[in-house]
C-alpha cells in the first residue's frame, strides 16, 4: 500500500514536499515514480527514478524545478516541488514497480496508461497552486 501525503494550497512561485509511505514491501527492491492528472488531462509522468540503475528521469515541464529522492530505510519516496504554476494543480499519484520488471525510468514515466502498467498506485494527493 502507497500513502501519499503533503498536498495542499500553495502560492504560484511556491514550493511543496510530497511524500510517499509504502507498507509491506521494501521500496529497496522497487522503481518509484511521480505522477499527475491535472483536470481534463490524462496522467503525466512528472518523476521517476530507477532502483536498479540508478537513473532518473523528468519531464521537461518540471526539470530543475522538482527532485524525486527516496528513503529506503523509511520505505519513504519524496518529490521537492519548487517555483509551482497553476497549470500544475491536480492530483499527484506515487507509484512503484518490482526492479526485475521495472523499465528504464523513461519508460516507466511514459507508460500509457500509467497506472494499469505499475505494481502499486497510491490513492493521490490534492496539489492546488493559487494565490
Known amino acids: 500500500q502507497f500513502v501519499e501525503s503533503g498536498g495542499g494550497l500553495v502560492q504560484p512561485g511556491g514550493s511543496l514536499r510530497l511524500s510517499c509511505r509504502a507498507s509491506?514491501?521494501?521500496?529497496?527492491?522497487?522503481?518509484i515514480g511521480w505522477f499527475r492528472q491535472v483536470p481534463g488531462k490524462e496522467y503525466e509522468g512528472v518523476s521517476c527514478?530507477?532502483?536498479?540503475?540508478?537513473?532518473?528521469y523528468y519531464a521537461d515541464s518540471v526539470k530543475g524545478r522538482f527532485t524525486i529522492s527516496r528513503d529506503n530505510a523509511l520505505r519513504t519516496a519524496y518529490l521537492q516541488m519548487d517555483s509551482l504554476n497553476p497549470e500544475e494543480t491536480g492530483v499527484y499519484y506515487c507509484?512503484?514497480?518490482?526492479?526485475?520488471?521495472?523499465?528504464?525510468?523513461?519508460?516507466?514515466?511514459?507508460?500509457?496508461?500509467?497506472?494499469?502498467?505499475?505494481?502499486?498506485w497510491g490513492k493521490g494527493t490534492l496539489v492546488t497552486v493559487s494565490a
Open positions: 509491506g514491501i521494501q521500496l529497496a527492491y522497487y522503481a
Open positions: 527514478s530507477s532502483s536498479s540503475d540508478g537513473t532518473t
Open positions: 507509484a512503484a514497480i518490482g526492479n526485475l520488471r521495472a523499465p528504464s525510468a523513461q519508460a516507466m514515466c511514459n507508460t500509457v496508461p500509467a497506472p494499469d502498467g505499475m505494481d502499486y
